[in-house]
């Protein structure tokens, strides 16, 4: 039997809940401008024109679904509150590290590629507060609207010494139809996803085991609620895969610990690591 390795490594990122099996197309803009179309969510939540979900990112595993937006026991964000509420300083940067991230996400049909269909674009804070200042805006106002909505233009720019892309985000100087084609207006109405069909939410106890794993190094050993109670030794922590962000942070570890341990005197490399990786995680919350 012939073996389908393409097939052997979807099967695997869906068993690791990256995605579910769904024709969800995604729309990654490359530097340069682009025109696009965004076309309202079926059955929008609160009537928001966009959807939003939060997700963590914790070592090497893809953006995990934060249980807690859907109204469910979250560990991580139990995690969080606990060492908030510490008082410690170190317990502070390290909740701050453990914080969902946001990612909104809005069907759009490319110009110049209409024959791809609906796809779906997700963005981050500062595009997604731009994107609703259009709503407000006595010169635009409905951007979706399929008759009388306007396109955005999308700019991609790279800035010299800067690790992410710059994106820009403008109407069109004039509405216009999202398409003269009823026939071709409802396929795309007809086809547009469901958010929840993107990614699989991870169970508590899948979480517990990630997060158990990430503050032991990857090498197993106590488990989340003994490392809460003090009881836990931290040893070093793998890379940081944030949205294709990778850096290091290895902190010290002792023998007697009862919280997330930061060597008071950190050599100079380990400093430089530290203020990379804090910086980097501003640039993420902060990203376009």
């Known amino acids: 039997m012939a073996i389908d390795l393409e097939a052997i490594k979807r099967r695997v990122a869906e068993l690791s809940g990256v995605k579910r099996t769904s024709s969800v197309q ?19 939540p609160d009537g928001q024109p966009f959807t939003e979900r939060w997700f963590y990112y914790i070592g090497e595993n893809a953006g995990i679904l934060s249980p807690k937006q859907f109204g469910k026991p979250d560990p991580i964000d139990e995690l969080v509150k606990k060492l908030y509420s510490s008082g410690k300083p170190d317990d502070r940067t390290l909740a701050k ?9 809005t069907p759009v049909i490319v110009r110049g590629q209409e024959d ?52 820009m985000v403008d109407p069109a100087r004039r509405p216009s139809k999202l398409h003269e084609d009823p026939v071709l207006l409802q396929k795309w109405t007809d086809s547009i996803p469901n958010i ?40 070093e922590s793998p890379k940081d895969n944030l949205d294709e962000l990778a850096s290091e942070l290895k902190p010290t570890t002792t023998a007697t610990v009862v919280a997330p341990v930061v060597d008071k005197k950190p050599k100079a490399k380990e400093e430089k690591k530290s203020s990379t990786l ?3 995680f501003e640039d993420l919350m902060n990203e376009d």
């Open 26 to 44: 995604l729309w990654k803009p490359t530097i340069g401008e682009h025109k696009i179309r965004c076309l309202p969510w079926k059955n929008s």
């Open 97 to 105: 590290k453990l914080q969902a991230k946001m990612r909104c996400y």
């Open 116 to 167: 791809k269909g609906v796809m779906v674009w997700a963005f981050g804070k500062i595009v997604y507060q731009r994107m609703l200042s259009f709503f407000l805006d006595d010169e635009v106002g409905d951007i979706l609207s399929p008759t009388e909505g306007f396109d955005l233009k999308v700019t991609l720019s790279q800035s010299p010494g800067k690790q992410f892309m710059d994106t």
């Open 196 to 235: 929840d069909d993107m990614y699989r939410p991870k169970t508590y106890q899948e979480i517990e085991g990630i997060l158990s794993n990430w503050l032991n190094g990857g090498t197993g050993g106590p488990s989340v609620e003994e490392y809460q109670g003090g009881g836990a030794v931290r040893g």
């Open 278 to 280: 804090d910086a980097a």
